[in-house]
């Protein structure tokens, strides 16, 4: 083997080994903390993509009135709210 084919092999490692570590990393970080029960409000709405037809009933929002959710890449339809 010649000294270039070893340097190579040697920074071959060096890379395969950094990426592995951060791999192994990322896989260890500990879970983000979920909200406080407080932070999420109960809601009733019911939403309808116009491009597909896909329909969603959301009963969980950070806000009382969220925004419609997206899908399609457009804004879905309010069907109704139902309180």
Do not use: W
């Amino acid at each position: 083997m010649g000294t270039f084919q070893i340097l190579i092999a040697i920074a071959a490692s060096i890379i395969m080994l950094r990426l592995g570590l951060g791999f192994l990393r990322a896989l260890a970080a500990p879970r983000p903390e979920p909200p406080d029960p407080g932070e999420l409000r109960a809601v009733k709405f019911h939403y309808k993509c116009t491009t597909c037809g896909t329909e969603v009933r959301m009963t969980v929002a950070n806000e009382q009135e969220p925004e419609p959710p997206r899908h399609c890449m457009d804004e879905m339809e309010a069907l109704s709210n139902e309180d």
